[in-house]
């Protein structure tokens, strides 16, 4: 299947302080990300969708000023998380979809796990 | 809106036996898509089994099927004959073909015991 790496897997970062995740698609050509957040023990929460070459769609209650997302090309997306608090603190997966067999098939990364202390 | 329920407690299944993780949806959409993932402690996300609301017959892949009942709304998933690195955290996803976005339930944690 299609391959979507994350990077970094994990990052502990200072309070106040930004953070740079980025979503690659390696062998495919990915219109769409999603950007989805975990907490411990619960679900996946969409957070924002992003489609090449326009602005991000974010989710009710989602900061998009705190959650800044680009998607310059179609094989990378990037979260950034401004001015990161702890309350920021989970665990961060991307999925991307398009260009192979269903264009509608989301492939998810590995996820990253952000600690902001 | 979309709505995905996960209810089931945390399970134990003995090795080797079957397990059913339950799963019912609520939607106005005529065509939509359903799935299951697994989570393991590593948290990837790992795509298991895929359903369409227009497909007629039930979904199998390997050890895992799906239990697709329409009307009442239900795709449950079977795990036939466990084994120890099934252990995971279970998601349940519906898609609105009309945007693309994944709706996910609560999960099912899974404990395979020897």
């Known amino acids: 299947g299609a391959v979507v790496s994350q990077h970094p897997s994990r990052v502990i970062c200072k309070s106040g302080t930004s953070v740079k995740i980025e979503c690659r698609s390696l062998?495919?050509?990915?219109?769409?990300m999603f950007w989805y957040r975990q907490f411990p023990k619960q679900s996946l929460m969409l957070m924002a969708t992003s489609n090449e070459g326009s602005k991000a769609t974010y989710e009710q209650g989602v900061e998009k000023d705190k959650f800044l997302i680009n998607h310059a090309s179609l094989t990378l997306s990037t979260l950034t998380v401004t001015s990161a608090h702890p309350e920021d603190s989970s665990f961060y997966i991307c999925?991307?979809?398009?260009?192979?067999?269903?264009?509608?098939?989301?492939?998810f990364g590995p996820g990253t796990r952000l600690t902001v202390t | 809106a979309q709505k995905i329920t996960q209810t089931q407690p945390g399970m134990f299944v003995q090795e080797k036996e079957a397990v059913t993780l339950d799963c019912t949806y609520d939607t106005s959409d005529p065509s939509y898509g359903l799935f299951w993932y697994k989570q393991p402690s590593s948290g990837e996300m790992i795509f298991l089994i895929y359903q369409g609301s227009y497909d007629q017959q039930n979904a199998t892949e390997g050890r895992y099927s799906l239990n697709f009942q329409k009307a009442r709304k239900s795709a449950n998933l079977v795990i036939s004959a466990s084994q120890l690195g099934d252990s995971a955290m279970y998601f349940c996803?519906?898609?609105?073909?009309?945007?693309?976005?994944?709706?996910f339930g609560k999960g099912n944690q899974v404990v395979v015991i020897p």
């Open positions: 062998d495919f050509q990915a219109t769409t």
């Open positions: 999925s991307a979809s398009g260009g192979r067999g269903d264009s509608y098939e989301q492939y």
């Open positions: 996803a519906m898609r609105d073909y009309g945007n693309n976005r994944l709706a």
